[in-house]
């Protein structure tokens, strides 16, 4: 594990709603450059708003989220995309009619240098070599395990800078869960800054460095993934056996 | 589904996907337009001409509901502001038709600001209402208003001289509108390859993802619209020149779901789809026109048809 220094994201008594039901109540936190971060926490204890309120599909109604040093709490979504902050949504989205290779290249659609696109087109099909056995074929006709590959692949087409990623594993045989993971471990170490949303919260501690537990709205408990993973009255409270 | 029925159709168009057979099938149609008037005489004329009008405008409402995926119930109002700013700058302030047309994009471009930018955030169907709450507003304030003639709208609009070529006849016309007809489908082609044209594919199949991806959403909606407004705003202007009178009847909600059903009929988003549904709409009544009564029916019948056996319109969808 490398030691990061730099913060990257920094979430300050975020509070969020959808009307009047308050979904966060006040979320600290932090991610380093260079870090794997995963927000824990039980359905509905407002994981996916925070995910939504960092990257500008929920508005915050108080606090602020500093992405890079800058404020970024009012700025539009496919503004704060453009910065390198990319969300790849749970239910993945991936475009119906339209091709592998057409729902990879709008990833790259801000890429204005095509030899940029070209090389991330590359490294995308070299990890995920199934997306380039496919890239002819409709992207929704992939299995659930390849749409997930295809929504990270068309993340990273954009060259992400901080990884949102929202349940990639949700709706996967187990074998796939475990696949997804080690794709989303192989990007942190190369490097990408991720947070991670994951419902398999074992899992999810052994690929951490830091993890968060979430309920309802507020942040119950902190710290090193290995302190979280070794303290078995949260795995027994928070994570279910 | 019914897939089958209709493969011998789908495959002579297949045959069509080799860019030089659509170049020399696209100049061969344009050859036969060029033609037709010779062999079909005045009455044909006039009716090819509102053919024409209706590949425009159908082409411009493409641009919004096929390309960038929005349901636009009111499209005959951007007709409108095209036709009543050419009948009033040149009728009741004796300005050329050219100088009024950079007007007419102006207008249509300002009307597709006003009513996009509150609109667009909405997602379709409620846009769908507001949409056709415009084309009416627009109609009725055409109705009301001292300048735009009331009722009776504005007569004695007068027909347009190019270097010193008064063009007046049904002939004339129709070579005008043959003109508009081939700029249009240039300009759809062009956009539909440009990056705005990939921004609304992105956008008409995941607006989320788009927009996650950094897409402005609301901006290349706009984009849409406004470009469609054009579209609208020029085929108004040339439609009141060609016609020398205007009323708000031209102008109902009934005009714009012809155009859209123009749209529709053919294929969304397709071309070639769009301009054969805007022969259908306005040559099947003619072509019925024995049946009397009955041929709206039968036409009525005929749509109904079509969208049940090929719900994503007449014309094939292209494997890449």
């Known amino acids: 594990m490398s030691a990061p220094t730099e913060t990257l994201l920094e979430l300050e008594n975020i509070t969020a709603g959808y009307g009047r039901i308050v979904a966060l109540n006040g979320i600290d936190l932090k991610v380093q450059t260079g870090a794997m971060v995963t927000l824990l926490g039980a359905n509905g204890a407002g994981k996916t708003t925070t995910l939504k309120t960092i990257s500008g599909l929920v508005r915050a109604s108080g606090g602020t989220v500093r992405f890079a040093g800058e404020d970024i709490t009012q700025t539009p979504a496919h503004e704060i995309a453009r910065r390198g902050l990319v969300h790849v949504p749970e239910g993945r989205h991936v475009l119906r009619g339209l091709s592998v290779r057409e729902n990879l290249e709008l990833g790259a659609f801000t890429v204005k240098d095509p030899a940029t696109r070209r090389k991330r087109m590359d490294e995308v099909f070299a990890l995920f070599p199934v997306l380039a056995k496919r890239q002819h074929g409709d992207g929704s006709l992939l299995s659930g395990g390849e749409q997930q590959m295809l929504a990270i692949g068309r993340a990273l087409m954009h060259g992400p800078r901080l990884l949102l990623l929202d349940e990639p594993s949700m709706g996967l045989a187990p074998k796939l869960v475990i696949e997804t993971m080690q794709i989303v471990k192989r990007l942190s170490e190369a490097g990408t800054t991720i947070l991670l949303v994951e419902q398999n919260a074992r899992l999810a501690l052994k690929l951490a460095h830091y993890g968060y537990v979430l309920e309802s709205g507020h942040i119950r408990m902190q710290g090193e993934a290995a302190t979280l993973r070794a303290d078995k009255s949260i795995v027994q409270a928070y994570l279910g056996e | ?320």
């Open chain 2, 1 to 320: 589904m019914a897939q089958p029925r209709s493969n011998a159709f789908n495959n002579i168009i297949a045959q069509f996907d080799e860019p030089w057979k659509r170049y020399a099938a696209f100049a061969v149609i344009v050859a036969l337009l060029l033609i037709a008037p010779i062999s079909l005489g005045p009455y044909a004329t006039v009716i090819l001409t509102n053919a024409l009008l209706y590949v425009v405008l159908a082409l411009g409402l493409n641009v919004v509901v096929g390309y960038a995926g929005l349901l636009d119930l009111g499209y005959a109002a951007f007709f409108a502001v095209g036709a009543y700013t050419v009948g009033i700058l040149t009728h009741t302030f004796g300005l050329d038709f050219w100088l009024t047309l950079p007007f007419a994009v102006g207008a249509a471009m300002i009307a597709g600001v006003i009513i996009g930018t509150p609109t667009l955030r909405l997602r379709s169907d409620y846009l769908a209402i507001v949409t056709l709450g415009f084309g009416e507003i627009v109609r009725f304030s055409a109705r009301n208003m001292e300048i735009t003639g009331g009722a009776s709208g504005i007569s004695g609009i007068q027909q347009p001289w190019l270097f010193g070529w008064h063009i007046n006849t049904p002939f004339e016309f129709y070579y005008v509108f043959v003109v508009l007809a081939i700029i249009a489908v240039i300009v759809s082609v062009r956009l539909q390859h440009s990056r705005l044209g990939r921004a609304w594919l992105y956008v008409r199949h995941d607006e989320d993802a788009a927009e996650a991806m950094g897409i402005d959403t609301v901006r290349v909606k706009l984009a849409a619209y406004v470009i469609g407004a054009i579209f609208g705003s020029i085929s108004g202007a040339f439609f009141a020149v060609n016609l020398g009178a205007i009323s708000p009847e031209s102008f109902s909600f009934q005009q714009s779901v012809l155009i859209l059903m123009a749209v529709i009929l053919g294929g969304m988003g397709k071309i070639p789809g769009v301009i054969l549904g805007a022969f259908i709409v306005v040559l099947a009544p003619e072509l019925l026109r024995d049946l009397g009564e009955y041929r709206l029916l039968l036409f009525a019948v005929g749509l109904l048809l079509i969208m049940l056996f090929r719900p994503s319109g007449i014309w094939p969808v292209r494997g890449k």
